[in-house]
């Protein structure tokens, strides 16, 4: 089920050409309790609200602007309980995945670990690139915090992934850039990805290779008379040579085989 959710920050893209506005669907993933739903609706509303449904899963919907370009985000918000479950869901849908803890909830960090590499897993084996952001929550329960920022960041160095650390409850900006950042990362992995085509410069070929020539002796019949021969002048052309072409005068009823 997919839902638009939030108001339409970008404007009226209706009225932008469809191969202009570039498309992104991100899952966020995390275990229960580490804030994905509430950072969702921060950045479709700039809203915190504390209380929802931990088995409602969804997908939602926004238009944005980011660096000056138009953009639809599709957002899974994902319901996993304790652990990853059923990942086929979004592995073929997702283009970048957010992989959400919350810096107060030490296992939901350690959860992190089974889906990064379930991620790393999957992206080698079907040998594409998928952006992947590991994103520390609820930075305003500092004084309760049991995962250090280092944690963070060598959990994210070890897969290759962007680490940030925010607070859905009390900075926009923030929850916001993360997203933005998930779109730049999306469309550098697509430019990466783009085949490079080869310059082949090759010179102009002969109509006729010379090995391909028949001795004249094995192909000639017999002369006709002066009587019976008539002046033909045949002008032949080549199409990409700028030279002036050059005249071939043969006797009617001389054949070449």
Known sequence: MSSMFGKNRAGNLSTIPDKCVKECNVAILGCKGSGKSALLVKFLTKRFISEYDPNLEDTYTSEDIVDQQPVILKIMDTADQEEPANMERYLNWANAFLVVYSIDNRRSFEVCHQYLESLCQCTKALHQERPIILLGNKLDMERYRQVSKSDGITMASKYGCLFFEVSACLDYDCVQHVFHEVVREIKKAAKRKLPIHPLFITEEKPAVALSSVTPISATCKEMPSIAQAKLIT????????????????????????
């Open 234 to 257: 045949v002008k032949s052309s080549r199409a990409q040579s700028k030279r002036r072409a050059p005249t071939l005068t043969l006797l009617k009823g001389f054949k070449i085989f």
